[in-house]
């Protein structure tokens, strides 16, 4: 997230897109997605997530102005609107620390009005504070800037407790508005290693693309490992979005293929650009 706010298709329209006809999954829904536990975060709205296939093979994200998850509207009023998906923090381990962690996914952003929020994340790394810590960004995090502009961002700190959500690193922005209507594709091996002189490290492939090739810090001095989440998470403005993901893979083992052989979703097999 930025500031101290806080896989796959993408849909949206002035108009309220369809749904994929399946159920709905509401607030503190649980469900197992490649072998790692998530709990749906969002307002209880008949639109906000939903699964299709049998086994679920895509998951329908979608915020209408307004959208914010209950914990948030009571600690933090409707600055932000959130749907997503968050990993247990209990159970999601694979993302130890000093180590390869291999993310992968896919999405598409339907067709509608540019974004104009000043930040949209879709699909980050969350830290777990420790007693005493404050509320800081994520140190892995895939956004959607104003005008539809694509951006991987990271943060770190070294200090205990942490006092303080330090600024934001811009590792990669895309030069042109991202593509709506067609699949785009995200590989990623990161290290969580927050000390100056550590292992940290982040790459990120983009459509068969490398787009960031990240060596330094990456994260925070904490005692528990980061969890993964995705789905949207913004500022609150008035357009709709809606972002379906599908693919959603953590591991500790390469995923170098995928970077190059994109799977199926639902049965149809997608090329790396459409």
């Not at 994340?121 to 960004?137: E, K, N, R």
């Not at 693309?209 to 060596?215: A, F, G, P, Q, S």
Request: include cysteine; glycine fraction near 6%.
């Amino acid at each position: 997230m930025r500031s101290w706010l806080k896989t796959i298709l993408v849909v949206a329209a002035m108009v309220p897109s369809a749904k994929p006809s399946t159920a709905d999954m509401m607030n503190g829904t649980r469900i197992t997605i490649d072998g790692a536990n998530y709990a749906a975060q969002n307002d209880d709205r008949n639109w906000s997530l939903s699964a299709e296939g049998t086994p679920p093979c895509i998951y329908h994200f979608e915020l209408r102005s307004g959208d914010v998850w209950k914990w948030e509207s009571i600690a933090h009023g409707s600055l932000v609107e959130r749907s997503e998906l968050t990993g247990l923090a209990d159970q999601t381990n694979v993302g130890a620390f000093d180590s390869d962690i291999w993310t992968a996914y896919q999405f598409r952003i339907n067709p509608g009005p540019p974004s104009t929020a000043p930040w949209v994340v879709l699909g980050d790394w969350h830290i777990q504070m420790d007693p005493g810590d404050a509320f800081v960004s994520s140190p892995w995090q895939l956004e959607l800037l104003p005008g539809d502009i694509l951006a991987f961002d990271t943060r770190t700190s070294s200090e205990k407790p942490i006092l303080a959500n330090p600024a934001i690193h811009d590792i990669w922005k895309s030069f042109a508005p991202t593509s709506r209507g067609v699949w785009h594709s995200i590989v990623s091996r990161a290290i969580f290693d927050w000390r100056p002189t550590g292992n940290g490290a982040i790459d990120v492939w983009l459509d068969g693309l490398r787009i960031v090739n990240y060596r330094g810090p990456v994260g925070y001095s904490t005692t528990r490992p980061p969890y993964f989440k995705f789905g949207i998470y913004r500022a609150s403005v008035p357009e709709p979005l809606a972002v379906d993901y599908a693919n959603v893979t953590l591991t500790r083992s390469p995923l170098s293929q995928r970077i190059s052989e994109v799977p199926e979703v639902c049965g149809k097999v997608l090329p790396i650009h459409e």
